[in-house]
């Protein structure tokens, strides 16, 4: 069965008896997928530092649009890995890659940080969009995020991306509030030092969800087996 190149809807029983799917490692997949953010934190609190040791950084401008395009290349480099290492692209980093990329580029072209500061309140609006939406034509999209570590049932898949949904809507009204509020230094802390807690609070709470929804290993195997 030739690979594909998106990563298989995980609902899809084909996706899970199919041996040549791969799945990374749930901490590496963590990794590719905040490391790009440390990234951009880093390169905005250290900007001087970078400067000073690379000076050709100078010529991208203050220490935000180095951040930027360190940011921008470290996603494509983050994608690419999740390639080389699985041969498909997930869904999920790959619209929020592709959002960075455009407004990054935007930001760097008219030296504009707002565009940069917008990208999370897009990403965030459009996973949320995206998540209820497909309830409503009855896809429960988190599986293509959370398969590799939960394996849930359908009303479990149900609930757990109608929570994350309106989250995902509540993130992007959240900082739209602190960059239009407060300054770019205390968006970036935020964006790293803030969302992030906020998310893992809000992951560890659904913990009881999932293990009320959860799918014993030997269950699936016997309804595999039955199919």
Known sequence: MEQPIFERDPSDPAART?????????????????????VFFFANARGEWLIERFPALSNIGEPIFIATALF?????IALAASWILVRSLPIMPLISGIVVLIFGALTLWLHNET????KPTIVNALFGIILLGG??????????VFDSAFKLNAEGW???????GIFFIFLAVLNEVVWRSFSTDFWV?????????????????QMP??????????AEKASSKDQ
């Open 189 to 205: 802390a935020f964006k790293v030092w803030g969302t992030m807690p906020i998310t893992l609070l809000f992951t560890f709470a």
């Open 115 to 118: 565009f940069i500061k917008m």
């Open 135 to 144: 309830l409503y034509f009855g896809k429960s999209l988190l599986g293509y």
């Open 209 to 218: 969800l999932v293990m009320k929804y959860s799918i014993e290993p030997a």
């Open 72 to 76: 921008m290349a470290a996603t494509a």
């Open 18 to 38: 199919d041996p040549a799917r791969k799945e990374i490692n749930p901490l590496l997949k963590l990794v590719l997928e905040l490391g790009p953010l440390m």
């Open 158 to 164: 149900r609930k757990l991306t109608m929570r994350w």
